[in-house]
Nanobody, 124 residues
Framework: QVQLVESGGGLVQAGGSLRLSCAAS????????MGWYRQAPGKEREAVAT???????YYAESVKGRFTISRDNAKNTLYLQMNSLKPEDTAVYYC??????????????????WGQGTQVTVSS
């Protein structure tokens, strides 16, 4: 199985920056795309940014130009650089890893792996 552990969350003033990290362990060979999702109180979990193993990225419209997703495959680590933070960015941020379907050893796993989440709070 794949285990994901997020870090880097905290309290920051509006306009500030944070850098989130997600360390993957276990059967990391089973990871294809990775991404960051967030969930604010009373709202559904939403995709913030995703990145494929080849480096193709996706960003939610609300974070374009402010957030940057990257991954270090050698270190099995995913990052989210968050700049110009706004109070509406306040949420629990979750790391996600999609499971490859091309390897037999990955087939018993579910389609997704999730971290426990890290709290990001942006004050005004």
């Amino acid at each position: 199985q794949v285990q994901l552990v997020e870090s880097g969350g905290g309290l920051v003033q509006a306009g500030g920056s944070l850098r989130l990290s997600c360390a993957a362990s276990g059967d990391t060979i089973c990871i294809s795309a990775m991404g960051w999702y967030r969930q604010a109180p009373g709202k559904e979990r939403e995709a913030v940014a995703t990145i494929t193993s080849g480096g193709s990225t996706y960003y939610a419209e609300s974070v374009k130009g402010r957030f940057t997703i990257s991954r270090d495959n050698a270190k099995n680590t995913l990052y989210l650089q968050m700049n110009s933070l706004k109070p509406e960015d306040t949420a629990v941020y979750y790391c996600n890893a999609a499971t490859r379907s091309s390897s037999y050893r990955c087939s018993p796993y579910g389609p997704q792996s999730w971290g426990q989440g890290t709290q990001v709070t942006v004050s005004s």
